[in-house]
């Protein structure tokens, strides 16, 4: 395939040909929020391990970490998410919010999903701790 300008196309350039090919190159792309979640469930399953060592635990209590990492880090991923999608569901059905012409609601929409974003921050950052913390108990109790 061509490019306009004789050249010829790319793999992405296909991908965008027409409106199925735009819908799949969107569901293609991942979002700041998909790596917000999994930078979440990471965070957690490494704090986890990271108590283990502290611990100075074997392959089992290792192993434990590893568990309570990955079942508290879907939990806490989840909620993020839930919590986020609940937010702006309820911002979308306030009237003028997707389609404002006002600079001002323009410059509030965009100062809140930034605040959002720092709050997925703020709340990765607890999740490392809390998951460090619980695991740390786990493995001091099973030990």
């Known amino acids: 395939m061509k490019t306009a300008k004789g050249g010829a196309a790319s793999s992405s350039d296909d991908a965008r040909d027409g409106p199925a090919g735009?819908?799949?190159?969107?569901?293609?792309?991942?979002?700041?929020?998909?790596l917000l979640t999994g930078i979440?469930?990471?965070?957690?399953?490494?704090?986890?391990?990271?108590?283990a060592k502290i611990a100075k635990v074997g392959f089992s209590g290792h192993a434990l970490a590893i568990a309570v990492g990955v079942a508290l880090g879907v939990?806490?991923?989840?909620?993020?998410?839930?919590?986020?999608?609940?937010?702006?569901a309820k911002l979308q059905r306030r009237p003028g919010w997707?389609?404002?012409?006002?600079?001002?609601?323009?410059?509030?929409r965009?100062?809140?999903?930034?605040?959002?974003?720092?709050?997925?921050?703020?709340?990765?950052?607890?999740?490392?701790?809390l998951v460090g913390w619980v695991s740390s108990a786990v493995l001091h109790l099973v030990s």
């Open 40 to 51: 979440c469930f990471a965070a957690s399953v490494g704090c986890a391990l990271a108590s």
């Open 75 to 88: 939990l806490l991923a989840r909620t993020m998410r839930v919590v986020a999608k609940a937010i702006v």
């Open 110 to 129: 965009e100062w809140f999903l930034r605040g959002l974003y720092l709050a997925a921050m703020v709340w990765i950052v607890f999740a490392g701790f």
């Open 22 to 34: 735009q819908i799949l190159w969107v569901q293609l792309m991942v979002s700041l929020w998909d």
């Open 98 to 108: 997707e389609h404002s012409v006002s600079l001002q609601k323009w410059f509030l």
